[in-house]
């Protein structure tokens, strides 16, 4: 029953070695929707409900007196609303890459943070949604942005990059949710079949769909699946792309730059995967899931961040290559002495902070012993999300703080509301989580077991085991089912 399909001799090890039944895996994955939540679950449900009521409570403070509560200013038109959104949204691209490229690329490991990095992109541009919304001045009004009919005949500039952001964000907000509740609908019909309660059993039946299992619905389910994957792949590169048009269109010196489109996609991706890192070592530890989430794993995603560390760090470089050979004195003046020089810049810490959590830190990863110790995981994932932060700071702020007039330069400072709301779209985004994972399987039951090592059809027919760990040949499909 455990014979392994890896070739030793080529140094391949199995995914999920302590995984000794298909059982072990529905079990191990139920039990957190079906055993009373752990205290850790309430130490961060808690103070996440208290950040979100400090988000009510600021939007309401914001719409009733106005975007003037920002500490945006002349010519910080742009601050921390705009970072924060560009940040949110560069979060949740890690989602559709696990979820999706890997998919396509047929990636196994995958299975086990799949459901992990979907539900984080969804509730990430839940977050980032929030700051354009309010932005506008007037929110209650945002409903001009779209080409509905309206008695004032006012109609959207579709040659803005603002509008591109709103049709590009919906469309993957809207793929990524569909991708998520595909895949989640197997494992909903399990959670389904294993509820002793009417009312779990009801409201699970309901969002199964009548899932059965049978090898009709597997032929349906695997080919919507992977319709949505191919959709959602060049998500990964538009999306942050026509973010980033925000700034690239401008003509504003240290924005106006072809570069930006790969630039904003590789820091969208290094971010993403820090953040499913943070997330994934907390919620492993709390719930107990080293059986699932393997140290394979994590060392996987860890040569991820440190690819996209190495893009991100030539993506800097080039900034400055660019400023040069352009020869312009206004581009070499933005990347000079508006970022670089502590005598000058006002925010040259900002950038060096930017440089050394995005690019200095990460290389630790070089060495195996770095890339399989969960301390240093934790710590440098933490960095790599401030550090993250900062870039966008970094690019929005430092390129407008002073502008073509001397006598109009000016410095942003945050005020209360700033640093309240920014705090609230954490407790925004860790409440939906925590929700997500005490009610939801975690992570995706079906595939994981299709990625055992005795489950595999190019080796063996497919067998089914039930709990007394009698065999079975059956087809296939209705191996997920468990």
């Known amino acids: 029953m455990g014979a392994s399909y890896v070739n030793a001799a080529a140094g391949e090890t199995e995914l999920l070695p302590d995984v000794s039944s298909i059982n072990q895996v529905t079990e191990s994955v139920c039990r957190v929707t079906e055993q009373p939540a752990p205290k850790g679950w309430w130490m961060l449900f808690i103070p996440s409900l208290a950040l979100l009521g400090l988000l009510v409570a600021c939007i309401g403070y914001l719409v009733t007196v106005g975007t003037g509560t920002w500490g945006n200013n002349s010519p910080v038109a742009w601050a921390w609303d705009i970072t924060n959104f560009v940040w949110w949204i560069g979060i949740g691209h890690a989602g559709t890459l696990i979820s999706a490229v890997l998919f396509l690329f047929r990636q196994k490991w995958r299975t086990s943070i799949n459901r992990f990095a979907e539900a984080m992109t969804i509730f990430a541009v839940m977050c980032a949604g929030i700051y354009p919304a309010l932005h506008t001045g007037r929110p209650w009004f945002d409903y001009y942005m779209f080409p509905l009919p309206n008695q004032m005949q006012m109609w959207p500039n579709f040659k803005s990059p ?11 907000f809207t793929i990524s949710l569909l991708f998520w509740y595909t895949g989640l609908i197997p494992d909903l019909a399990t959670l389904r079949d294993r509820s002793k309660n009417t009312f779990r059993r009801a409201v699970y039946g309901f969002f199964a769909l009548g899932w059965r299992g049978s090898n009709r ?8 699946y992977l319709i949505l994957a191919a959709i959602s792949t060049p998500l990964v590169l538009s999306v942050h792309s026509i973010v980033s048009f925000d700034f690239a269109t401008s003509v504003i010196y240290g924005w106006h730059t072809t570069i930006f489109p790969p630039y904003f996609v590789a820091g969208a991706v290094f971010s993403g995967f820090a953040l499913v890192m943070t997330l994934l070592l907390v919620t492993r530890s709390v719930f107990k899931l080293y059986d699932l989430v393997t140290l394979k794993h994590l060392e996987l995603m860890n040569k991820f961040i440190l690819g996209t560390a190495w893009l991100v760090g030539y993506a800097y470089a080039m900034e400055f290559f660019v400023a040069w050979y352009s020869g312009n004195e206004y581009e070499q003046f933005v990347f000079l002495n508006n970022r670089l020089n502590p005598f000058e810049a006002p925010y040259w810490w900002s950038y060096w902070a930017m440089v050394i959590c995005n690019v200095i830190i990460p290389q630790v990863y070089w060495w195996k012993r770095m890339r399989t110790s969960i301390p240093v995981m934790f710590v440098v994932s933490i960095f790599v999300n401030i550090g993250m932060w900062f870039e966008r700071f970094v690019i929005i702020v430092t390129s407008l703080h002073r502008d073509f007039l001397p006598s109009a330069w000016g410095v942003f400072h945050p005020t209360w509301v700033d640093i309240c709301m920014y705090l609230g779209t954490f407790g925004l985004f860790m409440s939906a989580f925590l929700l997500f994972i005490r009610w939801i399987p975690m992570i995706a039951i079906a595939e994981v077991k299709m990625v055992l090592p005795f489950a595999q059809p190019h080796h063996a027919p497919a067998v089914a085991l039930s709990e007394d760990l ?12 468990g």
């Open 162 to 172: 603002l509008m591109w952001d709103i049709f590009a964000v919906s469309t993957y």
């Open 217 to 224: 619905h597997w032929q349906h389910y695997e080919r919507a």
């Open 470 to 481: 009698q065999a079975t040949p059956v087809q296939e499909g209705a191996l997920a089912a």
